[in-house]
């Protein structure tokens, strides 16, 4: 069974960090680009950053450049979000999820991690 | 920046119903656009690809259709199982996504 599991969210400071990661399961994580989207509580969707299949190529939403940085480890099927200097407006749940093949939509997504950015 | 604007925000309707929601792009975007179904405290689940695209196992009541600026989702018997938000993204450049339709019981 394909799966995408989060981890790493919690309750963090205004000003601190936290470092989410994604583990992937049920197939070939090395031939997929992946992203982060997150939602603030009651609100929309909103699309963090994205990777390449090989992390040679990531793109970032503007309002999290220089703070955020993904990454991703092929041979431990695993994806990551180090976030600093976070600030309340960062309060969301965060998705990992994978790129259809051929397309540019996102066709499987894990349950998500919830970051609490609050003193 | 790509601004993708649904409507209406929220729409009452009945199992049964013909269910019709929109999306605009402040520019043209092909047909680089996606609809995904999100219930309460779950993860969005794709719907359409392509602007018309049903993705594997999803039911043959939704469809999709527009390109360029103009899209639509709809229903064509709506279950109760569709109950639900529905959000557009546009993936032609970057990924934006439109504010949500909640679709609830009339």
């Known amino acids: 069974e394909m799966q995408l599991v989060e981890s790493g969210g919690g309750l963090v400071q205004p000003g601190g960090s936290l470092r989410l990661s994604c583990a992937a399961s049920?197939?070939?994580?090395?031939?997929?680009?992946m992203m982060w989207v997150r939602q603030a509580p009651g609100k929309g969707l909103e699309w963090v950053a994205n990777i390449k299949e090989d992390g040679s190529e990531k793109k970032y939403v503007d309002s999290v450049k220089g703070r955020f940085t993904i990454s991703r480890d092929n041979p431990k099927n695993s994806l990551y979000l180090q976030m600093n200097s976070l600030r309340a407006e960062d309060t969301a749940v965060y998705y990992c999820?994978?790129?259809?093949?051929?397309?540019?939509?996102?066709?499987?997504w894990g349950q998500g991690t919830m970051v609490t950015v609050s003193s | 920046d790509i601004q993708m604007t649904q409507s209406p925000s929220t729409l009452s309707a009945s199992v049964g119903d013909r269910v019709t929601i929109t999306c605009r792009a402040s520019q043209s975007i092909s047909s680089r656009l996606a609809w995904y179904q999100q219930k309460p405290g779950k993860a969005p689940k794709l719907l359409i690809y392509k602007a018309s695209s049903l993705e594997n196992a999803v039911p043959s009541r939704f469809s999709g259709s527009g390109s360029g600026t103009d899209f639509t989702l709809t229903i064509s018997s709506l279950q109760p199982d569709d109950f639900a938000t529905y959000y557009c993204?546009?993936?032609?450049?970057?990924?934006?996504f439109g504010q949500g339709t909640k679709v609830d019981v009339k």
């Open positions: 993204q546009q993936y032609n450049r970057y990924w934006t």
């Open positions: 049920g197939f070939t994580f090395s031939s997929y680009w």
């Open positions: 999820a994978k790129f259809k093949r051929g397309e540019d939509a996102f066709d499987m």
